[in-house]
């Protein structure tokens, strides 16, 4: 089992940044990928970005392509999401999840961190 816990999350400006952080403990050596969801107020909770543990590969969902960042830090076991150039329509609870396989559903998260967006 992988614990997760995210941090950073606030109130922030349209047009401004932010930068969520989730740091790992428990079975990490054994993750295979960490994602980054969000779900609004009366909507699904959708995907936002991923990465592979080994940082080879990153994954983004076309709304934030060009605008928010994922990395992960290795010897922090820490995941992070750059969000830049925010907009109100990014305003959700964000997620940190791991997935143990590539096959695997994404099995293990956080508590969540909340992100307001003013206009």
């Known amino acids: 089992q992988v614990q997760l816990v995210e941090s950073g999350g606030g109130l922030v400006q349209a047009g401004g940044s932010l930068r969520l952080s989730c740091a790992a403990s428990?079975?990490?050596?054994?993750?295979?990928?960490m994602g980054w969801f969000r779900q609004a107020p009366g909507k699904e909770r959708e995907f936002v970005a991923a990465?592979?543990?080994?940082?080879?590969?990153?994954y983004s969902a076309n709304s934030v392509k060009g605008r928010f960042t994922i990395s992960r830090d290795i010897a922090r076991n820490t995941v992070y999401l750059q969000m830049n150039r925010v907009k109100p329509e990014d305003t959700a609870v964000y997620y940190c999840?791991?997935?143990?396989?590539?096959?695997?559903?994404?099995?293990?998260w956080g508590q969540g961190t909340q992100v307001t967006v003013s206009s």
């Open positions: 999840a791991a997935q143990l396989t590539s096959i695997a559903d994404f099995g293990s």
């Open positions: 428990g079975r990490t050596f054994s993750t295979y990928a």
């Open positions: 990465i592979t543990w080994s940082g080879a590969n990153t």
